[in-house]
């Protein structure tokens, strides 16, 4: 396994970036923010300048992390602004020799509303089928998403959507409910991630790791842990996945310092987000080998 991580947990500096990635002893980040911006929502001299330096720095970008049909849209949001991130996203790939670009299946409408699952299909549809043809691979997301409601929901996308691959994150399940599973009284248990990663991993061709406690309640931020820590069983799911061949890349998604849904106006201590990325690293990599 390849180990790489958003380092825009680190920092939202390039350089910064760059040195926390050398610092770990890695060559590849996960490419997500820089700046105030999304890499593929980066202005074009910003972008051309970023991929010369990375260039330079000598690292690999093996995924986007994109904004294409994230949590933070609606399935009633307009299909041309996902477009237009595709089409944007796509020749930034290349010039970066990107393999994978993170997608999701846009946001949950609450649970018992009308989910618009076909509209869903249709969208993920043209994504995966436009990456495709750019000789490019969209993975999916197991986050707060449709396909995130359970491990089924995720397999019906790979039903539904020709050419789509997954990204497996490893915490995402301890904060969300399973929705193929009804108790009695009409509420619904935590996600057991392990049993999730068994279902879908046949599918799985990168890998996120984050590691947590469940929510204290529905809508409440979990508490974020050193991987190992918590109780997204991430040495478990990585030795399966070893087990199992999977010889792909494995990329860091700490939240332990400042978690990237962020609220507006807090502050936000970067220094301790650099130590704590660099940290985790070393701590994920220490947990791969004992």
């Given amino acids: 396994m390849k180990l790489t991580g958003f380092a825009d947990e680190a920092s939202r500096d390039l350089e910064k970036q760059i040195e926390a990635t050398k610092e770990l002893g890695w060559s590849a980040i996960s490419a997500r923010m820089i700046g105030d911006h999304n890499i593929h929502e980066l202005p074009q001299g910003d972008f051309d300048r970023v991929a010369d330096r990375l260039d330079e720095a000598g690292i690999d970008i093996p995924e986007f992390g994109s904004l294409i049909a994230n949590w933070g849209k609606t399935i009633d949001s307009d299909f041309d602004i996902t477009l237009a991130e595709v089409e944007r996203a796509i020749p930034r790939m290349h010039r970066l ?141 990585l030795t399966d996945a070893h087990k199992q061949g999977y010889d792909g890349w494995v990329a860091i998604e700490p939240h332990v310092a400042t978690v990237f849904h962020v609220k507006e106006g807090e502050e936000v201590d970067w220094e301790q987000c650099y130590t704590s990325y660099v940290d985790y690293g070393k701590q994920l990599k220490a947990l791969m080998t004992n």
């Fill in 97 to 237: 020799k990107t393999p994978y670009v993170r997608v999701m299946s846009y946001a949950q409408n609450p649970w018992g509303e009308d989910q618009q699952e076909e509209e869903r299909f249709r969208r993920l549809r043209e994504i995966v089928k436009r990456f495709d043809d750019a000789g490019l691979t969209a993975i999916h997301e197991n986050c707060m998403n449709w396909g995130g409601f359970s491990a089924d929901h995720t397999l019906r996308l790979i039903e539904e959507v020709p050419g789509l691959k997954l990204v497996f994150d490893t915490g995402n399940p301890v904060f969300q409910r399973d929705r193929s599973k009804p108790n009695e009284d009409g509420t619904f248990p935590w996600q057991d991630p392990f049993e999730f990663w068994e279902k879908v991993r046949d599918h799985v061709v990168h890998i996120h790791v984050k590691d947590c406690q469940n929510p204290t309640a529905n809508a409440v931020e979990p508490v974020y842990n050193m991987p190992g820590e918590g109780l997204a069983r991430v040495k478990d799911i």
